[in-house]
Structure formats: C-alpha cells, structure tokens
C-alpha cells in the first residue's frame, strides 16, 4: 500500500451495524488494525497495543477464525498474534478505511494471488487441533456401548455383500472366524454369524458388475435382461449410461491401438475430421466412405483392426445419436463429448480423456447395482454408505455458519 505523509490506514472487518463514516475499530461491529499507532481498536476510539505500525509498501494481511472467534493480523508475512478473541457469531465483510487519504491508494488480494502469509499452515495446524478434540470426544452417552471391531467388521461385510463382491465377503468372512476362534477360542456354530449366504442375487450382481469392471457392457446389459428385466425398462437413465459406457469402450479399444501404432501423439485424426459435426448432419457409413477411409492405408493386420474398430465405435456412436436425438440436452451433451474423443490419435491426452479411464466403469455399475438392489425391495446403498454420506450431511450444515465444522473433510481426514 501507499498513502501520504499523514494519512490514516486501517484494516480489518466489520458487521452491518458498522457505520462507514469513521475508521473501522472506531465504530461498533467493527474491529481493525491501524497503522499510524499499531494499535487495535474494537468498537472503541480508543484502541489496545497490538503490534508495530505500518506504513508505505507495508502486506497487511487480516484473518478471522470463525472456530475460535479471533481475529489477528500479518505484516509482511509474519503472524503478529490475535488482536480479538472470542467473539460470537461473526459476520463480517473486509474493510479498509482511510483518512487524509487523497493520492492514496491500496491493493487487495482475496486469493486471486498468492498470500505473502502462510496462511496454508495455519488451517493445517487448525484442522489438527480440531481432529485431536474430535478424537478425545466421549461418545460413550450417544449409543449403548457396542464391541467397535465387530461394528466396524459388520459395516464391511454389509458393503461387501450389498456391492456384489461375494467371493471377496466369504474370504472376510473367513478370516473374521479364524480370528474369533484364535481370539476368543469360541467353537464354530458360534461363529455362523459371519457366514455369507449363498444368495443367488448377490452372485447374479456380481456377474452383472464383473462384466461392466470388464468393459463388456453387452455381456451387462444381457445378464441384467436375463435376470431382472424391468430394471431396465423402468430406468431409462441408466440404459443411456450403459449405452454410453459401450460406446466408451469401443473408443477406448480403437484408441490404445492408435496410441501404440502411431506416432503422432495428441494431434487431430485425418481420419476422424468432421466428427466434432457428426450432430449437424448424418454420416452415412456406405461403401464410398468405407474406401475413402481406406485410401492410403496400410494393409497388414494392425491397420485392418484400427480402421475396423473405427468403423464399429463410429457406426454405434450413430445409432445413439440418433436413438437419442430427441431427448433431453444433457444426453446430447454426453454424446459429443465421447465423439469429440475420435478426433485424436491420443485420445487420453484430450479434454475428455478422462472418460476413457477405466475407473468410468465404477460409476455405472454402481448405478445399475443400486437400481437392481432398489427393484428387489432393498436399500440402494450400504451401511457403511449411508453412515458416510450422513457425516458429510452433518459437516456440511455445521459448516454453514463457519465454527469448526468448516474445517473438517471427511473424505481427506478421514478416508484419505
């Protein structure tokens, strides 16, 4: 910042009630640092020893902690401790007041830039102050007591049996009777409450999950059909998720062989110009285009593949272009996205070669898992889901307000 010779400054925050007419800390609701005295006023004309002054080029940085209720300032990088401490239910908006202020002038910085303070450490020491008081918490008063190994065994065998893992649940459940006989030397009828079940639903899931895990959506979509027919019929959203899944894949084999044969890596396809179009107007696969795309091509087996599995992800690609040409624009959206990845030799090096990451598969089949679970009377997601997606509900509404609830991630403290 600069400022003339006897000018004013003072930074800090203030509430609705505060009035603009004065320096912030001179009136109520409002709390500042001022640099002409280094002191800090809160509501007040006469303000408290803080820190040093502050002048001409000087980084005044000001920060709130809404879990604390304090307040404190930087110079220049450095922390000059808490000004303000244990307010109550701050809100408050950034504020800089000058006095004798002509020819002054400040620069802000909301984050669009890099703060001169580490402000990074700071949270990081925060949020391990709060995960130690969260862990000290007695939550003895909240449940009647319960063995926590067998809750937190009980939660994952229910995931892996609700999510269709069955050979993965019986290898648990095994282990989980060894390690009660080893430890508790209890006999084996004891023990039969951890056996799975031979559900043959669970094992029709998990063929059903196996294959689209597999990329073979055509293998998924029989078996559905086979076994639970009206999921289908009755969840037209997942079908186009399928569909598009399929259409993924056939890129995504068309695309590892391109990757490997060509050399040129992240450039524009000559044999995919005009795909981006392929919504404005058809594209009639006949024999004219069958040779053209033919025209100074090699002819051993590697080259005959490509153009084959070219021809296959381009002939599908239409069919659902036009099957779904009417719907709504978010499906019109999905698929050009997906064709978009045609126009490149390295399609995974493209703006949506995410999609062709294998990890796209989870997604549906969860999707298709949750719609058959939901058609056969039970809970669409597991225990261990719902008991996850309850503490984020929880996080998000104490977070609301600030407290320390905004600085807790379930997902990155407690799961990363």
């Known amino acids: 910042m600069s400022k003339t010779k006897d000018g004013m400054i003072a930074v800090g925050v203030s509430g609705q009630k505060a009035s603009l007419e004065r320096l912030p800390g001179w009136e109520t609701d409002s709390w500042a640092y001022h640099g002409d005295d280094g002191k800090a006023f809160g509501g007040e004309s006469t303000g408290k020893n803080y820190g040093p002054t502050f002048s001409t080029n000087n980084v005044i940085g000001c920060g709130v902690n809404f879990s604390t209720g304090c307040i404190f300032f930087t110079k220049d990088g450095n922390f000059l401790g808490n000004a303000f401490r244990e307010l109550k239910d701050l809100k408050v908006f950034p504020s800089v007041g000058m006095k004798k202020h002509a020819g002054a002038h400040i620069a802000a910085n909301f984050g669009q830039s890099p703060f001169v303070f580490n402000i990074n450490e700071m949270v990081a020491e925060e949020q391990r102050k709060i995960e130690m008081a969260i862990n000290r918490t007695n939550t ?91 999921v289908l019929e009755e969840s037209p959203q997942i079908v186009f998720r399928l569909k598009c899944r399929k259409f993924v894949e056939l890129i995504r084999r068309y695309s590892d062989l391109q990757y490997k044969t060509s050399g040129k890596m992240g450039k524009a396809s000559n044999r995919a110009n005009g795909v981006s179009d392929v919504f404005e107007q058809d594209m009639e696969l006949d024999d004219q285009t069958d040779s053209a795309a033919w025209d100074g091509m090699d002819t ?117």
Do not use: W
Not at 166 to 187: G, P, S, W
Not at 198 to 208: E, G, L, M, S
């Open 140 to 230: 003895s008063s909240l449940h009647p007591l319960v063995d926590e190994d067998k809750f937190i065994q009980d939660l994952v065998a229910q995931f892996l049996a609700h999510d269709g893992y069955v050979e993965t649940a019986r290898a648990f459940a095994k282990d989980r009777r060894a390690q009660n006989t080893a430890l508790t030397h209890i006999n084996q009828e004891a023990s039969q409450d951890v056996e799975v079940e031979d559900d043959i639903d669970a094992i029709n899931r998990q063929r059903v999950r196996v294959a689209i895990m597999e990329g073979d959506i055509d293998k998924a979509l029989k078996l559905t059909n086979a076994f639970y027919p009206h």
């Open 300 to 416: 051993d087996d590697t080259d005959h593949l490509r153009m084959a599995l070219l021809q296959e992800a381009m002939a599908y690609g239409q069919i659902l272009q036009r099957e779904y040409r009417d719907e709504r624009r978010e499906f019109k959206k999905a698929l050009e996205d997906i064709f978009s990845l045609m126009a490149y030799d390295d399609a995974k090096a493209s703006l949506h070669g995410h999609l062709l990451d294998s990890s796209g598969r989870v997604p549906v089949a969860e999707e298709l898992n949750s719609a058959i679970l939901v058609s056969l009377g039970k809970a669409s997601s597991a225990a261990l889901e719902r008991v996850y997606q309850q503490c984020e509900a929880l996080v998000d509404e104490i977070s609301e307000d600030g407290g320390a609830g905004a600085f807790v991630n379930v997902e990155n403290n407690f799961l990363g």
